[in-house]
């Protein structure tokens, strides 16, 4: 059921009280972080009536600080101590980082401000540097100054849990079921990855790709570049022959000749390279999680309650979307969600950043290599193309007992 | 053969990648002197994202060792990965899993470098593989550049372009 309506709400909320788990979202650090502080001139206002005038001016001809109030009991904000473009400005030693009192009078008055407003001596307080990003941060810092500060409201449903609906966590749970079996059934790892990954289109909830993590076979089949191989896989593409790749349901045991093999494929690429090729969903690596019973197919897409004038944002990435899947079918694993028992090492982070995945949830940090939480937030590294968005915490407890189960299974 | 002309038979390998409309970098991997796999980018053949040339080396590599009956450990252990571009944040993870000798590379990987340029995965696993890079980087990056002057006809619009063109305007 896709749409929630207010009696499913009053349901699901009594539902919450038996969920174990709780969807953790993995931030950037400027989300986390409160902006450092930094040394900025103040000028004392000479007289109450001049504020507004002293504003007007400040602000015209050294504008700046527009994440803070320019004016608080009587103190108005010049410029950083840090601000080198004005020392050299001023024909000083550039070498000289910091701006002195009197070369900032100088600077003031050079640019037509009328120093009278202001008492003779400055000071020098800490404010913050950089805007506030979340609710909490400005709560914090509205403390040290006043600010100018829009909350972002799909920031906020991050933080505060709202950006799921309850019918899309019990959706959440049973697809981390998927995974948690699937490591059961047959993860090898190491103690730098290990795990499974199970990759859903979240538009109709189908299950593409289940694989758990053979490295015993392979260095690199970590669970989740075989979960995007798998994937490939359905298109016609893919890279690795494996000796056992199985349709799910597929009972028939009987191996196929490479030259059937290659036939199915060029039949797969001519058919349903522009539309979803589903009919063979999902792909099993090992073959063994085939066994696997699936969650009946439900969309992933809940009708979200938008709450004030901020749909035209998502209506925007829709037709997006909607352009691209035209113009090449779907690319890689664009728009895909991703769930893994454990916090992805780079290699598979890398792999599902590379493939554009949407969004990835995992149960357990990984604290030897984990990239998503653990030792960096790759996906806020500046500089890359693409950014999923991440959760951690989901089935926490029967992730951590499936891997302990898996390394103590592996170790005897 | 030197590091140099190692370097041009992988720049050759980045060429015929661009012209198969693939992005143009080449990989070699070289053990006892001998070049045991070849490879070069093949994200759009295979429809997976992960197919970078060293990945497809390491299959290479893997298969070698197979077929000689050799221990693909030890292998790895002591392969020289010769490479136009600086392996990217998965490939140089999948190079230190494998604990590789060296890594030499041609040109920097501003957007997805795993060795200083994005993240530098070493540190994460407290590397033994000795890194150098700036080998003919010019050349490789003349090659990059070849590509990305042309759309690649496979990736959708980017998002951001987008949002930047209405700033502009």
Known sequence: ?412 | MDILSWMDVALQKANESLKVGEVPVGCLFVYNSNVIAVGNNTVNKTRNATRHAEINCIDQVLEFCKTKNLDYKSVFYDIDVIVTVEPCIMCMSALCQLQVHNVIYGCRNDRFGGCISVFEVPKLYNSRTKIIGGTRGNEAMILLKEFYKGTNPNAPESKMKKSRKKKET
């Open chain 1, 1 to 412: 059921m896709a749409i929630t309506s207010p009696k499913d709400a009053k349901e699901s909320k009594m539902e919450t009280a038996t969920r174990s788990w709780i969807a953790k979202p993995i931030l950037s650090p400027e989300f986390v972080d409160d902006p450092p502080l930094e040394d900025v001139y103040v000028g004392l206002i000479e007289k109450r009536k001049d504020i507004s005038i002293a504003i007007q001016r400040i602000s015209s001809i050294l504008p700046g600080f527009h994440h803070l109030k320019r004016c608080f009991s009587e103190k108005l904000l010049l410029a950083p101590v840090n601000r080198t473009e004005l020392s050299t400005e001023t024909e000083h030693s550039t070498k000289e980082r910091s701006l002195t009192e009197d070369k900032l009078k100088t600077v003031l008055r050079e640019r037509g401000f009328d120093l009278s407003l202001l008492k003779d001596d400055f000071q020098m307080i800490k404010v913050p540097a950089r805007a506030a990003k979340t609710k909490a941060q400005a709560a914090r810092l509205s403390n040290i100054w006043p600010l100018n500060f829009h909350p972002d409201v799909n920031v906020e449903r991050l933080i505060d849990g709202s950006v799921f609906t309850e019918c899309q966590l019990g959706l959440i749970e049973r697809y981390m079921n998927v995974a948690v079996q699937a490591a059961r059934l047959g993860a090898v790892g190491n103690a730098n990855c290990n795990g499974s990954a199970v990759i859903v289109d979240p538009e109709d909830g189908r299950i593409l790709a289940i694989a758990a993590s053979k490295i015993d076979q392979h260095p690199m089949w970590h669970a989740a570049m075989l979960a995007v191989d798998l994937v490939a896989k359905l298109r016609g593409g893919g890279a690795w022959e494996f000796e056992e790749t199985s349709k799910q349901k597929d009972a028939s045991g009987t191996s196929k000749s490479i030259d059937q093999r290659e036939i199915e494929n060029r039949l797969i690429k001519e058919t349903s390279i522009k539309r979803k090729c589903t009919e063979d969903a999902p792909l099993c690596y090992p073959t063994s999680l085939s066994r696997i019973s699936l969650p009946k197919e439900e969309s992933l897409e809940c009708i979200v309650v938008r709450r004030g004038r901020r749909n035209n944002g998502s209506t925007k990435s829709e037709k997006i979307a909607a352009t691209n899947a035209e113009k090449c079918g779907p690319y890689l694993c664009t728009g895909y969600w991703t769930f893994l028992l454990r916090e992805p090492c780079p290699l598979c982070a890398m792999a599902l950043l590379h493939s554009r995945v949407l969004r990835i949830f995992y149960g357990i940090p990984n604290e030897n290599t984990g990239v998503l939480g653990s030792k960096t937030v790759l996906h806020a590294v500046p500089g890359l193309n693409h950014r999923y968005q991440v959760w951690s915490g989901v089935l926490e407890q029967e992730c951590r007992q499936a891997l302990q189960d898996i390394e103590h299974r592996n170790t005897n």
